[in-house]
């Protein structure tokens, strides 16, 4: 396990202002690298078309981010006047579907530009001058932390636009790293033992509020995937006759299945006797090896009964990333408690896609569980729903909305999250329906009484 370097991170000691306020600036500078590099690599055509109903303009997100940061950093924490007031229900996310978005007077690209730097050099003349303490929205930077977040969730949208928009490639990245040596020879599946487990946090400072407060939290003993579910095993589901067959699916699974004649996850197309995926504007046969993307919760869950399985519950999925049973303590990251590196996970749109199943040995949990962090967001069996003891902080409309049954729970993080938005206690949701996003997940099984607690 990697040890963790505490003078490196400011979590795990005193809160020194200066190494928190350099914190901030590099996660925020970070963010909007990569907002830029997202936003200009393509025209200003492609900039404001919606290339789905199912997104925004890229260009609607780009201005959004700034608007969020001006709300929040400038209004919020250092008291300024707005700078454009007139804009704040245009970049509302709650105010308008993404559907109706292009039809709103949405600031040009150029304009846009010219918004975000304005409102960023701004922010940075605050944090210079806060002392990132005194009141719970700026206590260890919290409120620049969640910036950052956010821009980073809205990276990976736009990222989402791309894998939808249509034509010619405009990104690139390195291929993954292939797995190391033996991981072909990984037991199928982990034991993870019984009893309880702290799950959530209190102490993260950059946490969320639906990841508060820490719980304890106490489950039978069951067997988790060592590795995601591959493109390869997914095959056989349906060359199995998976999506033709109805005991596998729920109610509304089925549904689905027939009113979209779902045969494949989306971007997939079958061609003679391989199977061909288009990915980021790149047509390619379907990598075996590669964790299976861009599955719904119905999918996930039909796959989870037609192996015998289950998916696992949120609790189960979190048990298995973070308990240490050495110490019975629960750890930041599988790996331990230090910020995430190349050879923990990947993440960070480092690569534009998974890693092979197996891959990121350094990165595996105390119980040799690997690739928990990073690769594919991981369908849980679990609905949304808020911790014991949940407050909201700073607003209801980050996670109070969203609580019920309507939602479904992802863990883990994707190879599109940064490492400011993936922890082990980071909660992802969404519509069981949801194909587009860079969704995956593993499966689980009762232990059953013949395993001791």
Same mark, same amino acid.
């Given at each position: 396990?990697? *040890?963790?370097?505490?003078?490196?991170?400011?979590?795990?000691?005193?809160?020194?202002?200066?190494?928190?306020?350099?914190?901030?600036?590099?996660?925020?500078?970070?963010?909007?690298?990569?907002?830029?590099?997202? *936003?200009?690599?393509?025209?200003?055509?492609?900039?404001?078309?919606?290339?789905?109903?199912?997104?925004?303009?890229?260009?609607?997100?780009?201005?959004?981010?700034?608007?969020?940061?001006?709300?929040?950093?400038?209004?919020?924490?250092?008291?300024?006047?707005?700078?454009?007031?007139?804009?704040?229900?245009?970049?509302?996310?709650?105010?308008?579907?993404?559907?109706?978005?292009?039809?709103?007077?949405?600031?040009?690209?150029?304009?846009?530009?010219?918004?975000?730097?304005?409102?960023?050099?701004?922010?940075?003349?605050?944090?210079?001058?806060?002392?990132?303490?005194?009141?719970?929205?700026?206590?260890?930077?919290?409120?620049?932390?969640?910036?950052?977040?956010?821009?980073?969730?809205?990276?990976? $949208?736009?990222?989402? $636009?791309?894998?939808?928009?249509?034509?010619?490639?405009?990104?690139?990245?390195?291929?993954?790293?292939?797995?190391?040596?033996?991981?072909?020879?990984?037991?199928?599946?982990?034991?993870?033992?019984?009893?309880?487990?702290?799950?959530?946090?209190?102490?993260?400072?950059?946490?969320?509020?639906?990841?508060?407060?820490?719980?304890?939290?106490?489950?039978?003993?069951?067997?988790?995937? *060592?590795?995601?579910?591959?493109?390869?095993?997914?095959?056989?589901?349906?060359?199995?006759?998976?999506?033709?067959?109805?005991?596998?699916?729920?109610?509304?699974?089925?549904?689905?299945?027939?009113?979209?004649?779902?045969?494949?996850?989306?971007?997939?197309?079958?061609?003679?006797?391989?199977?061909?995926?288009?990915?980021?504007?790149?047509?390619?046969?379907?990598?075996?090896?590669?964790?299976?993307?861009?599955?719904?919760?119905?999918?996930?869950?039909?796959?989870?009964?037609?192996?015998?399985?289950?998916?696992? *519950?949120?609790?189960?999925?979190?048990?298995?990333?973070?308990?240490?049973?050495?110490?019975?303590?629960?750890?930041?990251?599988?790996?331990?408690?230090?910020?995430?590196?190349?050879?923990?996970?990947?993440?960070?749109?480092?690569?534009?896609?998974?890693?092979?199943?197996?891959?990121?040995?350094?990165?595996?949990?105390?119980?040799?569980?690997?690739?928990?962090?990073?690769?594919?967001?991981?369908?849980?069996?679990?609905?949304?729903?808020?911790?014991?003891?949940?407050?909201?902080?700073?607003?209801?409309?980050?996670?109070?909305?969203?609580?019920?049954?309507?939602?479904?729970?992802?863990?883990?993080?994707?190879?599109?999250?940064?490492?400011?938005?993936?922890?082990?206690?980071?909660?992802?949701?969404?519509?069981?329906?949801?194909?587009?996003?860079?969704?995956?997940?593993?499966?689980?099984?009762?232990?059953?009484?013949?395993?001791?607690?």
């Amino acid at each position: 396990m990697t *040890t963790h370097d505490a003078s490196l991170d400011p979590w795990t000691g005193p809160a020194d202002p200066e190494i928190l306020r350099r914190r901030a600036e590099r996660v925020l500078r970070t963010a909007r690298d990569r907002t830029h590099a997202l *936003t200009g690599c393509v025209d200003d055509h492609d900039l404001t078309a919606q290339h789905s109903p199912l997104m925004s303009p890229l260009v609607w997100d780009l201005a959004h981010i700034g608007n969020q940061e001006e709300q929040w950093l400038l209004r919020a924490v250092a008291g300024q006047q707005a700078l454009r007031p007139e804009i704040d229900k245009v970049y509302d996310a709650f105010e308008h579907p993404r559907a109706e978005r292009p039809s709103l007077p949405l600031l040009p690209p150029a304009e846009a530009r010219r918004y975000v730097a304005e409102v960023r050099g701004r922010v940075l003349d605050v944090l210079d001058r806060s002392p990132l303490h005194g009141t719970p929205l700026v206590d260890a930077g919290f409120a620049f932390g969640m910036i950052a977040q956010h821009e980073q969730q809205h990276d990976e $949208t736009m990222l989402i $636009t791309h894998q939808l928009r249509r034509g010619p490639a405009v990104l690139t990245a390195p291929a993954p790293p292939g797995p190391p040596a033996g991981a072909g020879l990984l037991p199928a599946e982990v034991l993870v033992p019984a009893g309880p487990f702290t799950m959530g946090t209190s102490t993260e400072p950059w946490a969320l509020d639906n990841e508060r407060p820490a719980h304890r939290r106490d489950t039978p003993a069951y067997f988790i995937d *060592t590795v995601p579910v591959s493109n390869g095993a997914y095959l056989r589901f349906i060359e199995d006759g998976g999506y033709r067959d109805r005991r596998w699916w729920t109610a509304a699974g089925w549904d689905l299945v027939r009113e979209h004649d779902l045969r494949a996850p989306l971007f997939w197309r079958p061609d003679g006797r391989q199977w061909l995926r288009r990915r980021f504007g790149v047509v390619e046969p379907v990598p075996e090896e590669e964790p299976v993307l861009h599955v719904s919760w119905y999918e996930a869950d039909a796959y989870a009964r037609w192996a015998g399985r289950r998916l696992p *519950t949120e609790a189960e999925w979190e048990k298995a990333a973070r308990y240490d049973p050495s110490s019975g303590r629960s750890l930041r990251y599988p790996w331990g408690d230090a910020e995430p590196g190349p050879a923990h996970a990947n993440l960070g749109q480092r690569h534009l896609r998974p890693a092979p199943v197996g891959s990121y040995p350094e990165g595996a949990s105390p119980l040799g569980v690997r690739q928990l962090i990073g690769d594919v967001w991981e369908w849980t069996g679990d609905d949304f729903l808020p911790y014991p003891g949940f407050a909201a902080f700073p607003y209801r409309e980050y996670s109070e909305v969203f609580f019920g049954s309507d939602h479904k729970v992802l863990r883990g993080g994707s190879f599109a999250v940064d490492p400011v938005v993936c922890r082990g206690t980071f909660r992802n949701w969404d519509l069981p329906v949801r194909r587009q996003i860079f969704a995956g997940f593993r499966t689980a099984r009762d232990a059953g009484p013949e395993v001791a607690r």
